[in-house]
């Protein structure tokens, strides 16, 4: 499940609405009881309908977007109608435009991650993935992709730039020195998905006494940073804390 605050565009207002309602008198039973008892503006039942919020009633994105055009506005004059289904079936979209519209309008997907979709193709065909990496040996040099969840350059680390990439496998953790930041200051920048190459750092911490082993601290220290935004493009938020 995810929760309604993560649909872009919605706004805090129709969301307690709709929470409040369904406390009063039960769950919405299909896409007519949700608009009947529901009088939201049609921007608001555009932006719930974008985000697949009516999958739950049996509706791809597409056919839940059909579906809510036909509403009108609400009017003493009109009665609420009880069906939208005017018998047109749209083919549901590709699970890749499914992911792409998921990111776009919630910031995230219950789908698929979107590496696992491009991940056959050339350019990353030699990437290693983030489940990859403590079996790699300190100091080789290996590529590695993802999408850029994380950019943090804390005061005390002398400019260093610390980027988190999650994959289909979880996250990496990517150090940029000053130098290779001024180089590749375009794809820090501007990339939500990027190719970096560099070297496995690995750190074993050693145990206390009665401990058991720590696990490996590891970070793939840049030397160079390639914007592969094209391949997949998405409107995906990194959350930056300078």
Not at 64 to 93: F, G, H, Y
């Amino acid at each position: 499940r995810m929760g309604l605050r993560q649909v872009q565009g919605l706004g805090r207002e129709p969301v307690d609405a709709i929470v409040a309602e369904r406390q009063r008198n039960g769950p919405f039973t299909s896409l007519a009881d949700f608009s009947r008892r529901l009088h939201l503006h049609q921007n608001q039942r555009n932006a719930l309908s974008r985000a697949d919020v009516f999958a739950c009633f049996d509706l791809h994105r597409r056919q839940s977007q059909w579906q809510i055009s036909a509403l009108e506005p609400q009017s003493p004059l009109l009665p609420d109608r009880d069906d939208l289904n005017d018998d047109v079936v749209l083919e549901p979209a590709s699970q890749v435009t499914d992911v792409i519209a998921d990111y776009q309008h919630t910031g995230l997907s219950l789908r698929q991650h979107p590496m696992a979709l491009i991940r056959e193709r050339t350019l990353f065909s030699s990437c290693q993935r983030a489940a990859d990496l403590p079996k790699i040996d300190n100091g080789r040099f290996i590529r590695i992709a993802g999408l850029v969840t994380c950019r943090q350059r804390p005061g005390t680390a002398s400019g260093v730039l610390f980027l988190t990439l999650e994959d289909e496998t979880g996250n990496s953790n990517i150090v940029v020195w000053s130098s290779v930041q001024q180089r590749c200051r375009e794809a820090i920048l501007a990339g939500k998905l990027l190719i970096i190459k560099g070297n496995v750092q690995r750190s074993d911490p050693a145990p206390r006494d009665h401990e058991q082993s720590l696990p490996p601290v590891i970070h793939v220290v840049a030397l160079h940073i390639e914007d592969a935004t094209s391949e997949l493009s998405l409107a995906v938020s990194s959350h930056d804390f300078h």
